[in-house]
Nanobody, 122 residues
Framework: QVQLAESGGGVVQAGGSLKLSCKAS????????MGWFRQGSGKEREFVAA????????KYTDSVKGRFTISRDNAKDTIYLQMDSLKPEDTAVYYC???????????????WGQGTEVTVSS
């Protein structure tokens, strides 16, 4: 079982940037696809971005394309989510996930972090 720990959340004004990190431990994560989901208040948890063990395998949800960038450092067992041009609608708890396949559904992932809160003020 992979343990995941997110960091980097906070409060930022619209148009600003934040960089989230997710450190994996307890298992070699080199070949495990990893991703980010988010859950706004009163909303379902939704897919944001995912990355395979090769950086060329990347997926984004349409609403963040061109603004968010997912990357990973396999030597550090860490993935990142660089979030630029943030909007109030990006406000949510962001969760890191690790899974068996590079997918956009919650069921594609078997391990989850505790989440880190991102608030974007207008």
């Amino acid at each position: 079982q992979v343990q995941l720990a997110e960091s980097g959340g906070g409060v930022v004004q619209a148009g600003g940037s934040l960089k989230l990190s997710c450190k994996a431990s307890g298992h070699s994560s080199i070949t495990i696809p990893m991703g980010w989901f988010r859950q706004g208040s009163g909303k379902e948890r939704e897919f944001v971005a995912a990355i395979g063990w090769r950086d060329s395998s990347i997926k984004y949800t349409d609403s963040v394309k061109g603004r968010f960038t997912i990357s990973r450092d396999n030597a550090k067992d860490t993935i990142y989510l660089q979030m630029d041009s943030l909007k109030p609608e990006d406000t949510a708890v962001y969760y890191c996930a690790a899974g068996l396949r590079l997918g956009v559904n919650r069921s594609d992932y078997t391990s989850w972090g505790q989440g880190t809160e991102v608030t974007v003020s207008s």
